[in-house]
């Protein structure tokens, strides 16, 4: 090897060793992408929610690529990184650990409270913040980690909103609990049960049923024998569905009231058709219209996809435009400092002011009483917190 050729060769062996040697870090390079992550059932009997979980954080992506994004004087790209979590514990856990791996700035979702739950522990490990849309159950923040923030009002809240509703205006004085025995449904229904008793109504009986059945006669049996004046239902949207019909076609004319499922959307009115006549749901935000920038977003998100928008579709992409607007607060991809920045936050969102208290739950959270008229779910009212 001729001297001149080996001295080139060493100094460029000495550069690369200096570059391996520096620390890796996630600092946005020029035209470096940025990862983001999205956990959401994107298969399994809630796909189609995941699905369009996936679409709303992808529009909020797209539009802080368009209008061009500079951290810490450099020029990024964000990538939206999906993962299916399945729903359930065990698949989001798994899902939360794809991400971290992926190195992602912070994780939308996850959609379930369930999953949350299960992935919460891993990114507070991590040091990776995760903002779900969906997630309602008290007990996601009551963990205590500060990585965990949610764009929704939690069920306790919506719980009193709806036993307030139940006693002001349908006047119900008798009603009976029913929930699916997750987190979700078994808190939602026992907070409900609670306010309503302070309000002074009584609760004849308390039932739980399997999150998977749609054999509901043994309950029907009950309800039709007490004929309270409501039921209030805490579970999946499509259980809420096929009880709704079990009960018309049982003669059960108590109404049925369920909330912060999404049951307010097309897929209950596909399995009730005019069974679902009277139904109420109590669910997060205001009605679509009153959303300032609806138009726009509702036209962004069907050119991305063909999926119909969930009722928590709103709320995740404001979830991902939250992560967004932390980053660039921080002015870094560091997830340490998007955490911090999200806790300052200060956010004119979709669905209304994106700002969180010390547990990471939404200051303002707003809610709408819907009831099911003519085939169509008509917004009520603002659901008003009991006095």
């Known amino acids: 090897m001729k001297p001149r050729f080996r001295r080139a060769l060493c100094a460029l062996c000495a550069c690369a060793a200096t570059l391996c040697a520096m620390p890796q870090t996630r600092a946005a390079g020029a035209g470096e992408k940025v990862p983001i992550g999205l ?52 698949s989001s856990a798994l899902a939360a650990q794809y991400l971290i791996r992926k190195n992602v700035i912070g994780v939308v979702g996850h959609g379930i409270t369930a999953a949350s739950m299960a992935a919460a522990p891993l990114y507070s490990e991590a040091g990776v913040p995760m903002i779900t849309g969906s997630s309602s159950s008290k007990e996601l923040t009551e963990q205590g980690y500060r990585t965990v923030f949610r764009t929704i009002g939690h069920d306790d809240a919506a719980a009193a909103q709806a036993a307030h509703y139940m006693w002001t205006t349908l006047k119900a004085r008798r009603v009976i609990t029913v929930d699916d025995g997750s987190a979700f449904g078994v808190r939602l229904a026992r907070q409900f049960a609670q306010a309503f008793g302070t309000a002074g109504g009584a ?51 108590s109404r049925l009231m369920t909330g912060s499922n999404g049951a307010a959307d097309r897929q209950f009115l596909d399995i009730t058709g005019p069974a679902g006549e009277g139904a109420l749901s109590i669910e997060p935000g205001v009605p679509a219209e009153r959303m300032p920038g609806w138009k726009q977003f509702a036209e962004a998100y069907a050119r991305r996809g063909d ?81």
Request: proline share 4%; glycine share 8%; no cysteine.
């Open 203 to 253: 609760v004849t009986a308390r039932r739980t049923v399997n999150d998977k059945t749609s054999d509901f006669n043994d309950l029907l049996y009950v309800l039709k024998a007490q004929q309270a004046d409501a039921v209030f239902f805490g579970g999946s949207v499509r259980q809420a569905a096929e009880l709704m019909r079990g009960m018309r076609r049982t003669g059960v004319n």
């Open 307 to 387: 999926t119909p928008m969930s009722t928590f579709s709103p709320f995740v992409y404001d979830a991902a435009q939250a992560l967004i607007a932390a980053m660039k607060l921080a002015d870094s991809t560091d997830p340490a400092r998007v955490t911090q920045a999200l806790h300052k936050l200060r956010l004119p969102g979709l669905t209304g002011r994106i700002a969180f208290d010390e547990h990471g739950d939404l200051l303002d959270p707003s809610y709408t009483i819907y009831e099911v008229r003519q085939m169509r779910w008509t917004a009520q009212r603002p659901a008003e917190p009991a006095k």
């Open 39 to 90: 956990a959401a059932p994107l298969s399994g009997i809630s796909a189609l929610f995941g699905q369009s979980f996936s679409i709303a954080a992808q529009v909020a992506v797209d539009q802080a690529n368009q209008a061009g994004l500079t951290i810490g004087g450099r020029r990024v790209t964000l990538e939206l990184v999906t993962a299916d979590d399945r729903g359930d514990a065990r």
